[in-house]
């Protein structure tokens, strides 16, 4: 792969944009586009880009709008702007909005242009660190909420599990913008759990109509999670997605005017509700129900993705196995229940079984010796035997 900076220029000047494609092309791998249009198309195939340099006076979509538009589509790509003396307004008001890195006055010299663009360059880099270093805390944290909440409320953590790996299939039908924010989303909205009563979890674990007065509760917890969401920096758009993916929380705003995620992600919650666990997959006539009374804008999306709620099971690469709970290893998962001496549930059917759980196991093995044994599915590649679970 070439090191040179990836950049677009577009330009609806033919002649600059040849001139510029033989001035930097030891320099840049360069595209080039004629029109905002073109250059959105060559966002989307060629893509992604460190850096866009585009003209402010283009015919029907200005410089300014044009790289807006790439801000919110392409956050990571560096936006430029060329513009000449009568636009300095514009240019000013584009760079203090955040929608671009700096902008460049007709006529400018090549070396002015190199200089901006390297510059343009090492703030894209800044960008994806940042971006990475944000995704790798904040995973390593969401990890950790979920595990927690694997113990507390199992059947919460499964249809998490199955809504994350249902999230990440449908973003990829439906093209969804915000991938990441989706996926982190798809684990945490369990976390209304902790805010739920007793009675309501199991009308909602039983998959049983909610009343009015449980919508209430529901909705006054998921924006409980969203304002506690809101206090960690620069995860403000997973809140959003979380608090418009329930109904009761967002009642002043219709459908068509939430995003795509939101309503993606309202439509796998509530499809795992009437999942099979153990499987992944769904019913045909509780599709039927679960398409019942949609808005418009989320049936077509449910019409989009039904094709996910099949049965996911991979019998190829697994092995079926009966074992004592004490010998589970990371990475099976239960295909039935698994129950304390006592008859409280410890694991749900269809949990993956993690670091964190074979901890809480040993705790629970010291104190009350767990003998019993449960149907797991193991990968081909997991037979590595260990010794029991026990507290560290």
Known sequence: MSDKIRVLFVDDDPALLQGLKRKFHKEFDLTVAESALEGV??????????????????????????????AKHFPLTVR????GNNDQETAVSAVNDGAVFKFLNKPCTSDEILEVVKQAHAHHLMLKNERLILEETLTGSIN??????????????????????????????????????????????????????????????????????????LAASYLSISQLLNNIPRVSEISRILL???????????????????????????????????????????????????????????????????????????VLKEVEAVYLLEDDVLVEDLHDSNGRLLLAAGQNVTKSVISKLGQINRHQKITNKVKIVRGMGNNVSREPATAA
């Not at 430029?80 to 513009?83: D, E, I």
């Not at 973003?171 to 969804?176: N, S």
């Not at 989009?304 to 049965?311: A, K, V």
Request: proline letters at 4%; one cysteine or more.
């Open 144 to 217: 950790l909420l979920t595990d927690m909440l694997s113990m507390t409320h199992p059947k919460a953590f499964q249809r998490a599990n199955l809504v994350h790996e249902w999230s990440v299939k449908a973003a990829k039908l439906l093209d969804i913008d915000d991938v990441w924010e989706l996926e982190v989303a798809s684990k945490l909205w369990p976390l209304s759990y902790l805010l739920l009563p007793d009675d309501l979890i199991a009308k909602r674990n039983a998959g049983e109509d909610l009343n009015a007065e449980d919508h209430k509760l």
């Open 244 to 318: 418009l993916s329930c109904d009761g929380a967002c009642q002043a705003v219709e459908p068509e005017a939430r995003p795509k995620s939101a309503l993606l992600l309202q439509l796998l919650i509530n499809a795992s509700f009437y999942a099979d666990l153990r499987t992944g997959s769904v019913e045909l006539k509780y599709l039927d129900k679960l398409s019942e009374g949609l808005a418009p804008v989320s049936q077509s999306l449910f019409a989009l993705i039904c094709g996910i709620f099949s049965d996911q099971t991979k019998a190829s690469n697994t």
């Open 80 to 83: 430029v702007l060329f513009t």
């Open 41 to 70: 198309r060559c966002l989307e195939k060629k893509g992604p880009f460190s850096v866009v340099v585009s003209d402010q006076n283009m015919p029907q979509v200005k410089g300014t709008t044009f790289l807006a538009k790439i």
